[in-house]
T-cell receptor, first 119, second 116 residues
Framework: GAVVSQHPSWVICKSGTSVKIECRSL??????MFWYRQFPKQSLMLMAT?????????EQGVEKDKFLINHASLTLSTLTVTSAHPEDSSFYIC???????????????FGPGTRLTVL | AQKVTQAQTEISVVEKEDVTLDCVYE???????LFWYKQPPSGELVFLIR??????QNEISGRYSWNFQKSTSSFNFTITASQVVDSAVYFC?????????????FGQGTRLTINP
């Protein structure tokens, strides 16, 4: 099946620094990637959707300048949390949708998540 | 509205009991997909099932079974003979078109604890 990886799996940083999280589709072409945020004991909330080669579409209430998303290739999307603050501490999960061996799939395949702690 | 409601926030049962997790959805789409995911303490989402809106057949996979009822907009999940390893948060999700894009809408999740 389709495999999505994320790196790093966890990161601790100081307030004010920027953190980059990578999301890779290992064995399929991810035409669309999604970024979610999950606070403790809450559900997944979609932050943004990105199509390869295009600008990301952000959900209402998500700051574009704070959460920079790049989807430059069919296998890689990055989320950069700029000037991170303690309230940005969360579990960030990416997912990918695309085609595998020439077959398009409507479902999303999820990465293992990245736990960000901002001190 | 495109919405998923999991009314049970937490459920706690003793091992070997059967347990049903409820999921009710709202959608204006005529074609849609419903999903169940398991999220163990590690955090990684584990895909359990996908159901097409045109397929109302119930599904069984080992100790897991799913009951899809379009008439009541429900997609309930039952675990029979529960085991401690089933302890996790379970999410029901709806694939729907929102503002012209296909997106997943998640329910609030049900935290299931299986006690030995």
């Amino acid at each position: 099946g389709a495999v999505v990886s994320q790196h790093p799996s966890w990161v601790i940083c100081k307030s004010g620094t920027s953190v980059k999280i990578e999301c890779r589709s290992l064995d399929f072409q991810a035409t669309t990637m999604f970024w979610y945020r999950q606070f403790p004991k809450q559900s997944l909330m979609l932050m943004a959707t990105s199509n390869e080669g295009s600008k990301a579409t952000y959900e209402q209430g998500v700051e574009k300048d704070k959460f920079l998303i790049n989807h430059a290739s069919l296998t890689l999307s990055t989320l950069t949390v700029t000037s991170a603050h303690p309230e940005d501490s969360s579990f960030y999960i990416c997912s990918a949708r695309g085609s595998l061996r020439g077959i398009s799939y409507n479902e999303q395949f999820f990465g293992p998540g990245t736990r960000l702690t901002v001190l | 509205a495109q919405k998923v409601t999991q009314a049970q926030t937490e459920i706690s049962v003793v091992e070997k009991e059967d347990v049903t997790l409820d999921c009710v959805y709202e959608t204006r789409d005529t074609t849609y997909y419903l999903f169940w995911y398991k999220q163990p303490p590690s955090g990684e989402l584990v895909f359990l099932i996908r159901r097409n809106s045109f397929d109302e057949q119930n599904e069984i996979s080992g100790r897991y079974s799913w009951n899809f009822q379009k008439s009541t907009s429900s997609f309930n999940f039952t675990i029979t003979a529960s085991q401690v390893v089933d302890s996790a948060v379970y999410f029901c999700a709806l694939s729907a078109v929102i503002q012209g894009a296909q997106k997943l809408v998640f329910g609030q999740g049900t935290r299931l604890t299986i006690n030995p």
